[in-house]
């Protein structure tokens, strides 16, 4: 059964930070591309980041720019996403996302082009 599990979330202070993890089961992630979407509470779901299947290129969302770092670790067969200096409107279900895009050596934002969604996890950031 193909499955991806994030884990990581939880309260946080303003400022704080976390390690999600978006970890694979039943297929291997070094042939994807890798997407975090996030949705809050009455809010769409939007991308928040991504990284290629080959080279590592990566894409940020304007409002997480140095903030948040993507990164894979294909031997764990586990992609990570870094979030530092949380704000509250980062509040929201953080949702890893895995497809095989047009091309290997750079990633979109789009969640249409993503096959294979996790569950989602929850972070919450207030004081």
């Known amino acids: 059964q193909l499955q991806l599990v994030e884990s990581g979330g939880g309260l946080v202070q303003p400022g704080g930070s976390l390690r999600l993890s978006c970890a694979a089961s039943g297929f291997t992630l070094d042939s994807y591309a890798i997407g975090w979407f996030r949705q809050a509470p009455g809010k769409e779901r939007e991308g928040v980041s991504c990284i290629s299947s080959r080279g590592g290129s990566t894409t940020y969302a304007d409002s997480v720019k140095g903030r948040f770092a993507i990164s894979r670790d294909n031997a764990k067969n586990t992609v990570y996403l870094q979030i530092n200096s949380l704000k509250p409107e980062d509040t929201a279900v953080y949702y890893c996302?895995?497809?095989?895009?047009?091309?290997?050596?750079?990633?979109?934002?789009?969640?249409?082009?993503?096959?294979?969604w996790g569950q989602g996890t929850q972070v919450t950031v207030s004081s």
């Open positions: 996302a895995a497809g095989q895009l047009r091309s290997s050596w750079f990633c979109v934002m789009r969640d249409y082009e993503y096959d294979f």
